[in-house]
Antibody, heavy 123, light 113 residues
């Protein structure tokens, strides 16, 4: 079964750091494009970061310079290192895989999502 | 950044009736190969992560009921639910994955009349 399990969220003070983990099963993280998407309470979805299978990384402007996406191939796990956290980073954080159609070699939206982990930044 | 704008923000539809949600992008999301629109639709039920319904604007994800359909190209897209069922109550989001940063619409809340 293809599955993503996100962990690591919690209550953190402004300026603090947190590392989120997303353990994958049923597929190989390093062979896929992997995303972090967040959702503030009562708000819509916001794309946060992406790591290509090549290792190239991309970030939303709102987190650039503060967040780092990475993966551990041996553990088949995706990470999001979050530093200098702000109140506006409070959200549910989801990890999600980009779907891939091998016949056309196109990526197509996020086809597998974790259940999310909650990050609350507050003093 | 590509701005995605959905309409309406909320929708109330009777069981068995058709529901239509629109999504407009601030620029074309037709992929570099010029033959696929990089536009996806997601359904999010309360307390759950989003679920992919439609990709490439009109391709239904495996396992998604055929009452869900997507149409449109370039900058204007539509998600249609052909005959509304009680379990379709949810938030619906469009998303472009043509250019980074990937961006979502603000969401449309679908309720039963």
């Amino acid at each position: 079964e293809v599955r993503l399990v996100a962990t690591g969220g919690g209550l953190i003070q402004p300026g603090g750091s947190l590392r989120l983990s997303c353990a994958a099963s049923g597929f190989t993280v390093s062979n896929n494009y992997m995303n972090w998407v967040r959702q503030a309470p009562g708000k819509g979805l916001e794309w946060v970061s992406l790591i290509y299978s090549t290792g190239s990384t991309y970030y939303a402007d709102s987190v650039k310079g503060r967040f780092t996406i990475s993966r551990d191939n041996a553990k088949n796990t995706l990470y999001l290192e979050m530093n200098n956290l702000r109140a506006e980073d409070t959200a549910m954080y989801y990890c999600a895989r980009m779907g891939y159609d091998s016949s056309s070699t196109y990526y197509y939206g996020m086809d597998v999502w974790g259940q999310g982990t909650t990050v609350t930044v507050s003093s | 950044d590509i701005v995605m704008t959905q309409s309406p923000d909320s929708l109330v539809v009777s069981l068995g009736e058709r529901a239509t949600i629109n999504c407009k992008s601030s620029q074309s999301v037709l992929g570099g190969s010029r033959n696929k629109d990089h536009l996806a639709w997601y359904q999010q039920k309360a307390g759950q992560p989003p679920k992919l319904l439609i990709y490439w604007a009109s391709t239904r994800e495996s396992g998604v009921p055929d009452r869900f359909s997507g149409s449109g190209s370039g900058t204007d897209f539509t998600l249609t639910i052909g005959s509304l069922q009680a379990e379709d109550v949810a938030l619906y989001y469009c998303q472009q994955y043509d250019r980074i940063p990937y961006t979502f619409g603000q969401g449309t809340k679908l309720e039963i009349k």
